[in-house]
């Protein structure tokens, strides 16, 4: 039997979780795949800090030197989250000859074609399975089940947070700030809570999907990012009138012209689609790729034992050879286009506040046609001081074609423009552009 020994960065939610699982399965582990484990040392911040009974036996200390500097320790598992010190660590441990497996999104997302260059270099193994949707295997997937395939579009609700404050806020007809504290006291939403309902947590986890599926780096700055907080009861009952689901939706897709156009942003889909279904705290990512068609992955993005559960899966693949090191990532960088405006294609759900006169959606009107855009669906309120709700269902209308008609509304006088959410684009949809 082949023995492992192990240092661990943390020993917090998922430290733990490890940990528990390494330990309740150690007999099987021995039994199915022919190795042992040992943690024989953790890192922690705070030495004092009361820890789980089961991990309170763990050689503990405050010293990265106590696992970077032990000739003696195989892997390192990294989770402390963070970028700085994490990266110092990673690079560190990588340098030293040993295999680092993480679940930090943030780092990888920016700097992990370099640091799997890096272990490249020292001929040991870099696994990040849990940094992208915590419990769903998706990386793995990506980079061995699919990849004979051609990858079209990922769609992805990737942020349990806003999954949930959303889930809420149509179930039990919350507003967004009461489903935002309720989030908080069930410890789902952190006290500032930005990363989550901006959609910057989830375009971490997009930009390393699209390394995978498409073999491209993206920056924050190439994703279009629309956070969750401006949607309204009233919102999502039009949406839902008229059909639609609202999610925080992280969507990579490549046009038939190969431009490739990422998005984290609400989005209306058809209450039959699949992701219309993924509640509360859940994730799930949708793929539509060449020869495969459509598969969703569904389950836990977050939890002590579900990304435990990934963080362990890649040590089993590093150990047992199951998955080799360079080949996690199977796609070569490639130099596919990011879209432009008149690229960026989808049908929209536009709501404006217009002024109670005759005429004045005609006028709405006008302005949409002046950019050759047709409405799929117009309703319009009961006016209320004056002014009346209009909610417009566009067909499909690239960025370029819109964009001017904004800018004509923003100066009409009678007419302002409240918000916009596109629709899913369906693969079958884009290939017509
Ligand atoms: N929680 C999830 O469900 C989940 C899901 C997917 C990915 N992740 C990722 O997994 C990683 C860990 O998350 P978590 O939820 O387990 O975090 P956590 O519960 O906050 O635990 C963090 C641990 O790191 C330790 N730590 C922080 N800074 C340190 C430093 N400078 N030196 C040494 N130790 C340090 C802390 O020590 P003390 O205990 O002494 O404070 C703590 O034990 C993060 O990258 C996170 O994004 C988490």
Same mark, same amino acid.
Do not use: C
């Given at each position: ?229 401006? #949607?309204? %009861?009233? *919102?999502?009952? /039009?949406? $839902?009138?008229?059909?639609?689901? !609202?999610?925080?939706? =992280? ?126 669906? #117009?309703? %319009?309120? *009961?006016?209320? /001081?004056? $002014?009346?709700?209009?909610?417009? !269902?566009?067909?499909? =209308? ?36």
């Amino acid at each position: 039997m082949k023995s492992y020994r192990i240092g661990i960065f943390g020993l917090g939610t998922v430290a733990t979780g490890v940990v528990k699982i390494l330990r309740e399965q150690a007999k099987t582990y021995a039994k199915r795949f022919n190795v042992a484990f040992e943690v024989v040392q953790v890192v922690v911040r705070d030495t004092e800090k009361l820890r789980d009974p089961k991990t309170q036996d763990l050689p503990i200390s405050d010293d990265p030197k106590s696992i970077l500097e032990n000739p003696h320790i195989d892997i390192v598992i990294e989770l402390i989250g963070g970028v700085k010190i994490a990266k110092h660590i990673i690079e560190q441990a990588l340098k030293a000859g040993k295999h680092v497996i993480t679940a930090n999104k943030d780092l990888i997302a920016a700097d992990g074609r370099r640091l799997a260059k890096l272990a490249e270099e020292n001929q040991v193994g870099l696994y990040y399975e849990a940094a992208v949707a915590g419990g769903i295997p998706i990386l793995r997937a990506l980079s061995t089940s699919l990849s004979p395939d051609e990858i079209q579009q990922i769609n992805g609700i990737m942020n349990g947070t806003s999954n949930f404050i959303l889930t809420q806020m149509r179930q039990h007809k919350l507003s967004y700030e009461d489903a935002l504290k309720l989030a908080q006291d069930k410890g789902f939403a952190e006290a500032d809570p930005t990363n989550d309902v901006q959609g910057i947590d989830a375009a971490y986890k997009l930009r390393i999907l699209t390394d995978f599926a498409f073999g491209k780096q993206v920056s924050q700055n190439d994703i279009q990012m629309t956070g969750i907080s401006t #949607i309204t %009861q009233t *919102d999502l009952k /039009d949406v $839902s009138d008229l059909g639609y689901e !609202i999610k925080l939706l =992280a969507t990579v897709s490549k046009s038939a012209a190969n431009k490739l156009q990422l998005s984290v942003a609400p989005t209306l889909m058809p209450k039959d689609h699949p992701l219309a279904s993924v509640q509360n705290e859940n994730n799930a990512i949708f793929v539509n790729s060449r020869y495969s068609g459509g598969l969703m992955f569904y389950g836990p993005g977050a939890g002590e034992y579900a990304t435990a559960n990934s963080v362990v899966a890649d040590l089993l693949a590093l150990v047992t050879g199951s998955a080799a090191p360079a080949k996690f990532n199977t796609h070569p960088s490639s130099s596919l286009a990011l879209a432009g405006p008149k690229d960026r294609i989808a049908s929209r759900y536009m709501v404006f506040k217009v002024a109670d006169r005759p005429g004045i959606i005609h006028k709405l009107s006008a302005f949409f046609l002046m950019s050759n855009i047709n409405f799929r669906n #117009i309703r %319009q309120y *009961d006016p209320v /001081d004056d $002014s009346t709700r209009v909610v417009i !269902i566009t067909y499909p =209308a690239s960025d370029a074609q819109l964009n001017p008609v904004k800018t004509t509304i923003r100066q009409a006088r009678g007419v302002s423009f409240i918000h916009e959410y596109k629709l899913l684009v369906e693969p079958k949809e884009n290939s017509h552009d």
